[in-house]
């Protein structure tokens, strides 16, 4: 149990655009997702957590008008990169607070190229 | 959130347990002690959690001293598949409770 679908997996696109990324729980309903990012050779950093129905709320130092987190439902939540720029080049993983048997649920990340 | 300490890589041989220690001294009462593996370009991968008794699944045993203030988590019989970056973090169990990532521990897991 506990899967999570993220898309795309890999994407590349010019500077100047916006690129949408896709998480869904296959098999499971959640309140709570979050959403990382993680830079080569380093840790995960959390950007933000996001409720459904509500406004997600972002850590220090991440752009909320950059990052736009949509979390409309109990199994989808999408997360815009606007404007993107190739410093904003990274991969960006989703996570469901899935409850007591398995905690959190990771997506298999999405590897952002911004050219 | 409480931090934790790891150490930045550790070795095992094929077949051997690997034991990969994390200290978590200020970890609250209502804390979890999580695991978590990253393989190389994927999402990271649940391995075990527990709040003070020791666990085993599958996968691996996560063994909590009294204090709760360090654990280890223990693999019986690594492979290669094994090797990956492993996270210690502890979080609080409320539905709002986030997972905040340390540097983990780079395990290579050797022929």
């Known amino acids: 149990g506990a899967v999570v679908s993220q898309h795309p997996s890999r994407v590349i696109c010019k500077s100047g655009t916006s690129v949408k990324i896709e998480c869904r729980s296959l098999d499971f309903q959640a309140t709570t997702m979050f959403w990382y990012r993680q830079f080569p050779k380093k840790s995960l950093m959390l950007m933000a957590t996001s409720n459904e129905g509500s406004k997600a709320t972002y850590e220090q130092g991440v752009e909320k008008d950059k990052f736009l987190i949509n979390h409309a439902s109990l199994t989808l939540s999408t997360l815009t990169v606007t404007s993107a720029h190739p410093e904003d080049s990274s991969f960006y993983i989703c996570s469901w607070r899935t409850g007591a048997n398995y905690g959190y649920t990771f997506g298999s990340g999405t590897r952002l190229t911004v050219v | 959130d409480a931090k934790t300490t790891q150490p930045t890589s550790m070795d095992c041989a094929e077949g051997r347990a690997a034991n990969l220690p994390c200290n978590h001294s200020t970890i609250s009462g209502n804390e979890y002690v999580y695991w978590y593996r990253q393989i190389h370009s994927q999402g990271p991968q649940y391995i075990i959690h527990?709040?003070?008794n020791n666990e085993t699944n599958e996968m691996a045993s996560l063994i909590i001293t009294e204090d709760r203030k360090s654990s280890t988590l223990i693999l019986p019989h690594a492979t290669l598949r094994d090797t990956a970056v492993y996270y210690c973090i502890v979080s609080p169990s409320s539905n709002t409770g986030k997972l905040i990532f340390g540097q983990g521990t780079t395990l290579q897991v050797k022929p």
């Open positions: 527990g709040l003070k």
